[in-house]
């Protein structure tokens, strides 16, 4: 994606904003955007992001500006596909839901692990050079654990939160978290407690999903359909590298299909998972190597392997160089 990639503005998110005390008009010139942003259906990613970042700026604090947004922005306002999360029959397949249907609304993506008592939803920037505004990450998050509240009825609380950058009173977020917050985490990170997300949505409505699911479904596989299979299990390879080896069967899963269609696919435009693979760990250790903060354990582990002695054998293979080595030159070359 690039920052010239569209993005929907849902109908509700202005009134939203304007019923927060927050002015569209206000938003909009602290970005520094046109005023007739306002009424246009979709905006560039860079234009997204300046929003953000302009109502991070107006707002004293961003911990108190993540809770305001989260708490305070009605149902009525929700966009369809955030409809057919808040309506859906269990928390666990609410979140599901949103972590489809947020691929209708890049840049940010979800990713959701369960294992043992914990479910695990990581955040992660579908191709973009720069990470959101911290703001806009809180919120993500926070709506994430909101949505169970209200679907559910009950008070949960999650299990542990981590954030990569400041993001204001900590007192504030733990406060609406229920929990322990940790910043300056190599991911953005919402634990919940596994259990809960076997919780019935009071809020469920088979008959408004039948009617809301195929038509966000169709629009999904349209927009997949305009990227090649290639492009969009090197995306989801990508995110799923650090700690663990994604398997075929857990990216087809993603995507919608049987590992069976999705290797006959990738036949089809000429290469295999397993090289795919190889190409994705390749590009971002080359990636990771340039920043000289991470130490070559760390690199190792971020794309996906157990030890250090394996990474170094398979850059051997791809640089015919030792990882160190290949590090120094480039730094060299770029003084």
Known sequence: MTSQSRIKIPAG??????????????????????LTIITEPDVTTAQYLAIWQAYSDLIDDNAKGIIKLTTGFKTAHYPPSVLATYHARYYRDALKRMARYKQLCPPETLRIIEKGEHCTIELDWLDIDQPGP???????????????????????????VEFTHAMGDIEVLETFFGCRIRIGANCNRLTL???????????????????LTPVLDKSLNEQQSSRSITEMVKWITKRSLTGGRPDIQTVASELGMSDRTLQRRLTEEGTNFKHLLTQVRHEQAREYLADPSLDIKEVAFLIGYEDQNSFYRAFRLWEGDTPSNWRNEQLVHTQ
């Not at 998110?13 to 046109?34: E, M, Y």
């Not at 993500?140 to 209200?150: M, Q």
Request: charged letters at 20%; hydrophobic letters at 45%.
């Open 193 to 211: 407690h596994r259990g809960d997300l076997d919780r019935p949505f009071v809020s469920y409505n088979a008959e408004l999903l039948e009617i």
């Open 134 to 160: 911290p703001l806009l990450i809180g919120i993500t998050l926070a709506f994430l654990l909101e949505l169970g509240r209200r679907g559910t009825g009950h008070p949960l609380k999650a299990r542990f």
């Open 13 to 34: 998110f202005w009134t939203g904003l304007n019923q927060l005390g927050i002015a569209a008009h206000d938003v909009v010139r602290k970005a520094r955007l046109p």
